[in-house]
């Protein structure tokens, strides 16, 4: 067994405190001030542990380099990247869905190819070939909400949790895409050369998943 720190990437968000709230029950010693800290590199000795703060899109890419032996990310975002690395473990943590939406006045025969707007133009890509529909997708990095409102977009695909943004905004749900939940990630080199560092962690948060599941 390795002596070296294992190099943890995770997202800023609600991702990162129900993670942080996972690695706890799973044993691992977080201090109380982790959450509040502003760093990127985060270094918990007593755990074993690097941690880097990241934007979630780019989780996969820091795991994927090397950087970051595990990481931790959502399934839209392994969807959109596509990355070469090891999804190992469903974490069953910040549970959503990806969703179609558009305003309540929509009428889907009035254009040809309509615009979907989406931070997932990959996913979305796919998913609409798949229902063989033929679309132009516009990228956009946030407030996905915006496009049917200003007429930038028909229709758009993003993340939905509770509803509760896109009722605000006055956009309703068309059909629900796929449920999407956070995922263990893996360097494929990292699980060579750590693999009892990385089994023992998988283990442990496979065990509290699975006695959070018995509870409920």
């Known amino acids: 067994m390795s002596n070296e720190n294992l190099t943890v990437a995770m997202p800023k968000g609600r991702i990162f405190d129900e993670a942080v709230e996972l690695l706890r029950k799973a044993g691992y010693s977080l201090p109380p001030e982790f959450e509040e800290s502003r760093k990127l590199i ?22 994927e380099h090397g950087v970051a032996d595990v990481g931790v990310a959502g399934k ?10 090891y999804e190992v473990l469903d974490l069953k943590i910040s549970a959503c869905y990806m969703a179609v939406a558009s305003l309540p006045s929509y009428n889907p025969n009035s254009e040809v190819a309509p615009k979907i707007a989406s931070k997932y133009p990959n996913l979305t890509s796919e998913y609409f070939r798949e229902q063989g529909e033929q679309v132009e997708i516009i990228k956009l990095n946030g407030s996905i909400e915006l496009a049917p409102i200003i007429g930038l977009a028909d229709r758009i695909v993003d993340i939905v949790s509770t509803g509760q943004t896109l009722k605000e905004n006055g956009l309703v749900e068309l059909e629900t895409m796929m449920p999407i939940t956070s995922r263990f990630i893996v360097n494929p080199v990292s699980y060579r050369t750590k693999s009892a560092e990385i089994d023992e962690m998988v283990d442990r948060l496979a065990d509290v998943i699975a006695a959070k599941e018995g509870r409920e």
Not at 52 to 60: E, G, T, Y
Not at 76 to 85: A, C, H, T, W
């Open 42 to 63: 985060i270094e918990v000795p007593e755990a074993g542990m690097r941690f880097i703060l990241a934007k979630p899109m780019d989780v996969p890419t820091y795991v």
């Open 76 to 85: 839209d975002v392994m969807i959109e990247e596509k990355r070469d690395i």
